[in-house]
């Protein structure tokens, strides 16, 4: 509120010449403290711009109120001015002060420490008295006793105020009660669907051994009020639309002071179904076809989210031919004579609609055309709401950006609209640098560079936008060294086909214990979707492998020096796997030949047949339990005058990725001096039941078994090695890490070395 003491501004104004403004002038600025002085006039002067001396601006004054304001520790201000004439006015700041909090205090809290309370508030001494804030604290520290099991807490507060000084102090008065953990939940009423399903509709869950770890077992209020909605709409999913659960008629008994035994009351009510069936308002389709489109039938259990799925489905029906404002109303009929509720979806049809034109907006640094590749409707197409949902879901697989919005626009062209899309860029490049440690490779130090959204020939975005793909890696370690450069073109001259290159260089001497092995070496490629959810990878690598520091054990199989290896490669992959990294259902099967020498050159001449699958069954939704299957077998021979198969392109068994019983390569035939001499086939099963324990934290139970043999195609089992066991996995920097412990079942002296644990990151397959 502003007031001005003698004339006015107005008034003096008028009295001026029509074309020379008055300058006023700031004389005096004052702070009148209205009740208790418990702020510094310091603090009020350090959040005001206006000046002595300086120009009177009612703009500035008004910013300087709301600053003030914005501090908290005001519960009013009014400023007055008092004329000096000549254009001069003093200014008085009347400031009402909140009260401040003296202290905070709590009484009751027995089993909890003072201390541990201050945590979850935000009321401090010497800050300003919120009462709003103090009410949001007493929450905070209810909610907090109810997850640690005090589901009978009760806090208040109370504020004594002190006017003389403008000081309160806050006291939070809470009544423990005991702490006690969920012993069983009941059901009554229940006539029609059995209590195991209603548990699992629910958070609120029995206390068992792990609840230490997820959280659960424990009451809480806002929690169980969210499991009731959930129990009435599971219900009314089912046909009983009058489902009465109702909260007097929960209870809450104790067996004793620990344990809570919750009992909840439902009455169901009848089931309805879905009775008649009639499409009415239909012109361009029948009435009859259009009810072929509809999945609910006649004597079908009455579910409003399936029949709300049927509505839409009608929609897209018109949507997919360009009539993109047809709307369905679906009309519900309770029928009295059959006790059924008869449905009519009723069809307001529009226009067709053909797409005009593309409009992009938000890509700030992602080319259209990017964009404008991934899209499968395009200007002069029907304009297909389907077609558009798929163009949708394509730009979010790129990963390209945070969020995408597709929508129809309209023109004032007759029968024509605009489809827009709305993109928010995403984060598409990482630097990272690291150290690790896995039970192969040892310690680690790792530098990253990478880049999903990369532009070759465009520096001024910083070489980003045109969707290609970049990654240069360097990594050292104690057993290993790696350098490595990937690029990747997935638009090859505007089409599907995706192109690239690897540039390598790797050291290790954890492949063998018998010798230190470097690759040198690169490879092209070409990938494309084959059909449906198949895609083919054609490529050619030349490497050459250096092989030093022979043991005398191996010199016989083994030999020092180079031999370069050209390549040809097939891949064919089909993956329909929800997820990538914790995959719970789907499957991931692939095809690879290899063929090396011959007419592609090189000093070896072998060709490699391999297959590997993977499937994934969900069981339980109860803490997301999957059950994995990974199969693989392989064979590997040379041909035409080449010697033997080189030793380490052999195959071996062992490892955190194949036999985790065993150690890294170590399963194999073997000569009698126990050295291991690889083979030219392989089979290998593994079987692994998972869960979840607390996000982000999985334990899996499982068993591997396989076999390799010396000769190509054979594939008996004779030679079985198997093992079992059980992990934990959690996630480190977005990348799985697991640990992996297992001990030897079937197996041969050489292999056993008892139970082994293996420390690893990314996934097996």
Known sequence: ?????????????????????????????????????????????????????????????????????????FEFIEVKRESLGNGVFNLVFEV????????????????????????????????????????????KIREYYQKEGYNQVMVNYTIERDRATGFGTVTFNIREGNRSRIDAIRFVGNDHVKARKLRKEMETRKWWFLSWLTGKGRFKDDVFEEDLDKLRDFYREEGYLDVE???????????????????????EGRQYRIGDVQVTGSKIYPGNLLKRVLRQRT???????????????????????????????????????TGDIDLEYEVMESEKFNVESIVIEGNTKTKSIVILRELVLGPGDVYDTVREKISKLRLENTRFFDDVQLSPQETNIPGRRNMRIAVREARTGNLTFGAGFSSLERATVFAELSQGNFDLFNRRSFFQGDGQKFRLRLQ?????????????????????????????????EYNSSYYTQVSTGGEVFLRKRLFELV??????????????????????????????????????????RDKIIGTTTGNRVEFNIDVAGGAFGGDVNYYKLEFRGAQF???????????????????????????????????????????RGFEYNDVGPRDNLNFILGGKSYGMLSLEYSMDVVDPIRVAAFY??????????????????????????LFVAGAPLRLDYAIPLTTNPGADKGGQFNFSFGTRF
């Open 299 to 337: 004597g079908m259990v009455y579910s409003p989210e399936k029949l709300d799925k049927d509505v839409e489905r009608l929609e897209d029906f018109y949507g997919t031919s360009g009539y993109l404002d047809t709307r369905v109303r679906m009309l519900r009929k309770p029928n009295v004579n």
């Open 704 to 729: 591997d078994a396989g076999f390799v043999n010396t000769d190509a195609y054979d594939f008996n089992p004779a030679d079985l090695h198997d093992n079992v066991g059980f992990g934990i996995q």
């Open 96 to 139: 009402t002060p909140k009260f401040r909090v003296m202290a905070v205090r709590y009484q009751g809290n027995s089993n909890v420490k003072d201390r541990r309370l201050e945590k979850e508030i935000k009321s401090r001494p010497n800050g300003a008295l919120d009462e709003r804030q103090i009410k949001e604290d007493s929450e």
């Open 617 to 659: 069954y969900p069981v339980f939704e109860l803490q997301n339990q999957v059950v994995s299957v990974i199969a693989r077998a392989g064979v590997i021979d040379n041909f035409g005058d080449s010697a033997a198969v080189p030793y380490y392109y052999r195959y071996f068994l062992g490892g955190p990725y194949t036999l």
């Open 1 to 73: 509120m502003l007031t001005a003491g003698g004339l006015s501004l107005t008034a003096q104004a008028q009295s001026a010449a029509p074309d020379a403004r008055p300058e006023y002038r700031v004389g005096a600025i004052t702070i009148k403290f209205v009740g208790a002085a418990n702020v510094n006039e310091e603090v009020v002067r350090a959040n005001m711009q206006i000046r002595e001396g300086g120009t009177l601006d009612d703009a500035m004054i008004d910013r300087d109120i709301r600053a003030l304001y914005r501090t908290g520790l």
């Open 245 to 267: 659960i109702l909260p007097e008629n929960i209870s809450f008994t104790y067996p004793n002071p620990k344990d809570l035994v919750i009992t909840i009351k439902i009455n």
């Open 535 to 576: 895609d083919g990878r054609l490529s050619y690598t030349y490497e050459v492998v250096e092989i030093s520091d022979v043991t005398d054990l191996a010199s016989g199989l083994v030999t020092t020096g180079q031999q370069s290896i050209s390549r040809v490669g097939l891949q064919i992959l089909r993956d329909t």
């Open 476 to 508: 050292l370690g104690s057993l290993s060294s790696e350098a490595l450069l990937y690029f990747e073109e997935p638009w090859l001259f505007e089409r599907q086909l995706a192109a690239g290159f690897t540039v390598y260089r790797t050291s290790s």
